[in-house]
């Protein structure tokens, strides 16, 4: 079975079940790197919708949501998909279901 045919099973496997999406992380992520296009966007939104539901710490979610966000940043196509996970991110923190956070991923101009 093809990289691509594993994770593509995988993903049909594990679903919405975000308990499955955590036992099948290191698995389903390795794929991702390998099988890249759709099928890893797919999983990785799996990834950050899991930690939606029950993350781990404060920061966990802006964390995954800004990896994303710099990995596709040069495929507006990808990006739109993500945009509203983004927007569903700020409401659930705006409303305390999340805890609010800031994460800096891209380098700082030092000051002078």
Not at 32 to 61: K, S
């Amino acid at each position: 079975m093809s990289d691509e045919a594993r994770l593509a099973a995988l993903l049909e496997r594990v679903g919405d079940d975000n308990e499955a999406v955590f036992a099948a992380r290191e698995e389903g992520d390795a794929l991702a790197i390998d099988v890249g296009g759709d099928l890893a966007l797919r999983w990785r939104i799996a990834v950050v919708r899991a930690v939606m539901a029950d993350p781990p710490d404060g920061d966990a979610v802006r964390e995954l949501y800004g990896e994303l966000v710099d990995r596709y940043r040069d495929d507006p196509v990808r990006l739109a998909v993500l945009r509203p996970i983004g927007d569903e991110i700020r409401r659930l923190e705006a409303e305390g279901t999340l805890p609010s956070a800031m994460v800096a991923r891209s380098e700082r101009r030092k000051r002078p």
